[in-house]
């Protein structure tokens, strides 16, 4: 016999709310939220109706937008306390609108901001309630007709909210019957949201850089928005570390970085470091080789361990020193890390953003090793390369594979080069994807050379087993050091903003 199962009355009034919700619109899935709609490629004003419709047109999941409070309790839609000069609490909205914006509008108000968004059903209207700086008491009054409005409208379906006051949203999330709340301060961690009803966190993307709010945030089930992201290296961590939106004055750059990045493709990040710390590299993460025994290439560096002089992190970056300096009878010292036994992987794509060191004799590498060389030693079980570079060749860098049948002892090393400019003064993306069937080295997303797994056995195709990561310089060597060593560049460095392994 089936039972009849009876819900409370509250239960079902949320239900319905939920489902009209869902109901009310195809709603654009993507990341992208305009901040104040898109207005700066246009050259729009700011939170104007005619920015609102921008970010309609580019098909933005959302468009955020700020609410303040008149004088006499007008609700109008403007970033600023001061609308063009005037106080915007110290004024009626008559008075405001003795002013227009540059292109013709005058200040809007929240309803009939409401009522343009309200004419299509694919961008969500991301309201924000700005906190008055007169009292909770007046805050909760904004709040309440802010939402009496909203269900005057029947707008709730294209509504969600936000606020820089935890006094607000947790109204909100009390009385707004489903609609998601988010918090903008920072300063709540995901546990505290959850338990006061927030939807998640909209949070200035440093603190989830700085915090591990990003993952905390999905094993509790919340979700998260990042503001205001207006670089591409800010957009591809987030997109990286799989945020859930990303505020921008950029939409339109938003778009095309989200066409081209990692994760369009599938990929899905599954080890990384962002060196966000300071001091030495991150042990949970790195091994360091150490001596000064050649390393099969005659190379003249000791490479040391854990020493700050050869290898440190400070302002976002990993640092990777050469100097010239006498230790165990080397005159030169450097660092090589490793993340042996730390993080190795079979298949994937790696991918290190780096700006490399110059001078006659340096030879810098992004590289991969077999972790526990199932077919033998060098070259048997094989060696990528996914970038090396030699000082005295200063444009060209190079991608290679090593194997018992091609290799540069022999002769018969395969790889490519690409001239890339400026590699000691800006950043750039060396990269290599990593199948079964064949790797693909790229430099900014160009493609460098495409090594073919020949299916003739692991002398030409050892790539089947566990490899990890290297970064390192070298000095000298039978290749590095070809046309000699300049003494005068020392301290050598290689700068390297983030390392990222993905998998399908």
């Known amino acids: ?88 609490s110290g004024s009626t909205y008559n008075e ?62 294209w509504v969600e909210y936000i606020s820089f006051s935890y006094e607000i949203c947790k109204y909100l999330a009390t009385n707004a019957h489903g609609a998601p709340v988010y918090y903008l301060a920072g300063d709540k961690s995901p546990q505290e949201l959850k338990t006061d009803g927030m939807a998640g966190a909209d949070y200035h993307y440093s603190v989830f850089q700085q915090k591990n709010w990003l993952k905390e945030s999905k094993e509790q089930g919340l979700k998260t928005n990042a503001w205001t992201v207006n670089g591409v290296w800010e957009m591809k961590w987030l997109l990286a570390h799989e945020v859930d939106f990303i505020t921008t004055n950029e939409p339109e750059l938003l778009f095309e970085v989200m066409s081209s990045d990692a994760t369009a493709k599938g990929w899905k990040l599954k080890w990384a470091d962002e060196f966000n710390g300071k001091g030495l590299p991150d042990p949970s993460k790195w091994t360091y080789d150490v001596g000064g025994s050649g390393w099969g290439n005659n190379e003249l560096q000791y490479y040391t361990q854990a020493d700050t002089l050869n290898a440190f992190v400070e302002k976002g970056n990993l640092h990777i020193v050469a100097r010239k300096e006498t230790k165990e009878n080397r005159d030169f010292t450097s660092a090589r890390l490793a993340s042996r036994k730390k993080f190795d992987w079979t298949y994937g794509r790696v991918e290190v953003r780096a700006m490399l060191p110059e001078g006659k004799g340096i030879w810098s590498a992004i590289w991969m090793l077999p972790t526990d060389w199932k077919y033998g030693n060098w070259p048997r079980s094989g060696e990528i390369d996914v970038m090396e570079h030699v000082g005295y060749d200063p444009d060209s860098v190079h991608s290679t594979v090593h194997t018992k049948a091609f290799n540069h002892n022999i002769g018969t090393h395969l790889g490519n080069a690409l001239k890339v400019d400026n590699v000691f003064t800006e950043y750039h993306v060396y990269a290599a994807e990593w199948y079964e069937s064949h790797i693909d080295f790229f430099i900014d997303d160009r493609l460098v050379f495409t090594f073919k797994n020949s299916g003739k056995g692991i002398d030409e195709w050892p790539f089947d087993q566990n490899y990890h990561l290297l970064l390192n310089i070298a000095v000298g060597g039978n290749w590095g050091g070809k046309m000699g060593v300049s003494e005068q560049i020392f301290p050598a460095t290689m700068k390297v903003d983030y390392v990222r392994v993905f998998q399908k």
Not at 62 to 85: A, I, R, W
Request: hydrophobic share 45%.
């Open 1 to 88: 016999m089936k039972k009849l199962i009876v819900l409370p009355l509250f239960l079902l009034i949320v239900i319905n709310q939920t489902q009209a919700f869902s109901k009310a619109g195809q709603w654009n899935e993507n990341k992208v939220i305009a901040h104040r709609g898109a207005w700066k490629s246009k050259q729009l004003p700011e939170n104007s109706i005619a920015a609102l419709k921008e970010a309609i047109r580019l098909n933005c999941y959302g468009s955020e937008f700020d609410v303040h409070l008149t004088k006499d309790d007008q609700m109008v839609v403007n970033h600023d306390p001061t609308f063009l000069g005037m106080s915007v």
């Open 96 to 157: 405001l609108l003795s002013k227009k914006m540059p292109n013709g509008e005058f200040i809007p108000t929240l309803e009939a901001y409401l009522k343009a968004g309200m004419k299509q059903k694919k961008t969500k209207l991301i309201l924000e309630l700005k906190p008055q700086n007169q009292g909770t008491e007046r805050d909760l009054f904004f709040a309440k007709q802010a939402l009496e409005l909203v269900k005057k409208l029947k707008a709730e379906a």
